[in-house]
């Protein structure tokens, strides 16, 4: 363990509070950073239906509800998250411009954290064109996302000729693509990037890093994401690996540090942005907080410059907040 991951080490095991591994203890010794959540989710079931949910299973239990920009202020209370970025949940396809002109309409009011969002499409599909050109020059819409990493997704989709073109248009119209992808295939990825120079990634969650890797599979991970940090059109997500942990509420920072440290070391400081992940972050941490304070442990003895660019400087830079 190097200097970095034991300081995180005893921030995290010396804490106390009702998640002792978390507690947000930091903080408090000088102003809190202001925190921009790049990767928020929100969802009504009465309104949406969510292509992946299913209430059977341990995790819709957690998911299983209502989680609404009320329910965000609530667990973002008292961390000083100034903005948010909403990040599509995967509803069916038909509700795809439900989705959109929901969040725009929310984006406008200016009631909530929510300021911008990235939105559901399918690159592929034959509509899409039409479909993403609405967003074209938007306030509001800064990219889209289509969730790979799933089990109907084929191996290889990515590199489909139809949907390298859709990727393509979004550099066009100056959108983002969100890669959200299973770790075994971030080699795809990389050739992505390298067909679409033109269009700006965002790889999420640490390219889906999973804290129950085996030894080889964290050498393989590391081995493809630093492939991936090459390609200067893409930026990384330091978000939501948090939910593979092994048990919930028990994640400590021989678990993060590795996956975190590598990612930023990676990538450099001005080309990873945090992300929330909420809730789904709650498969792994009792709160939101939990994880936020755990990363801010994390990432403690970096330069203060570059943990401001990880919170909050570089996702205003990026998505033009």
């Given amino acids: 363990m190097n200097r970095r991951e034991l300081l995180a080490a005893s921030a995290l095991t010396l ?61 973002t209370d008292g961390l000083n998250v100034v903005k948010a970025v909403y990040m599509e949940v995967d509803v069916v396809p038909e509700q795809q411009q439900k989705e959109a002109d929901y969040l725009i309409e929310l984006c406008k009011s200016g009631k909530t954290a929510t300021c911008a969002a990235v939105l559901s499409g399918r690159p592929n599909s034959d509509g899409f064109e039409k479909y993403a050109k609405q967003f074209k020059d938007s306030k509001y819409v800064k990219g889209i996302r289509q969730v790979l990493h799933v089990k109907s997704t084929p191996a290889g989709y990515c590199l489909d000729p139809k949907f390298v073109k859709g990727i393509q248009l979004l550099g066009d119209l100056g959108l983002s693509f969100d890669m959200c992808v299973r770790p075994a295939e971030l080699p795809d990825f990389v050739k992505l990037a390298e067909q679409c120079p033109d269009t700006r990634f965002i790889l999420d969650h ?16 590391k081995k493809d994401m630093s492939a991936m940090a090459t390609k200067k059109n893409v930026v990384c997500k330091v978000s939501g690996f948090i939910a593979t942990a092994p048990e919930r509420g028990k994640v400590t920072a021989d678990n993060l540090a590795p996956v975190v440290n590598h990612t930023l070391d990676t990538f450099g400081p001005d080309r990873v942005m945090f992300g929330g992940d909420w809730p789904v972050c709650l498969l792994g941490v009792e709160k939101y907080g939990d994880w936020l304070n755990g990363l801010k442990a994390v990432v403690r003895d970096r330069p203060e410059e570059q943990q401001k660019k990880l919170f909050h400087d570089n996702a205003m830079k990026f998505y033009r907040l």
């Avoid at 591994?21 to 930091?26: C, K, W, Y």
């Avoid at 903080?27 to 992946?52: G, I, Y």
């Avoid at 390219?207 to 991970?221: S, Y």
């Fill in 15 to 75: 804490s106390g509070g009702a998640s002792p591994l978390f507690a947000a203890s930091q903080p408090k010794e000088k102003a809190m950073l202001p925190v921009v959540d790049t990767h928020q989710h929100l969802w009504n079931l009465n309104d949406f239906k969510l292509a992946w949910f299913d209430p059977s299973t341990p995790e819709g239990k957690i998911l299983g509800h209502n989680f609404t920009p009320t329910e965000y202020a609530k667990a």
């Fill in 206 to 221: 640490c390219g889906n890093a999973n804290l129950k890797h085996t030894a080889e599979e964290r050498d393989r991970w």
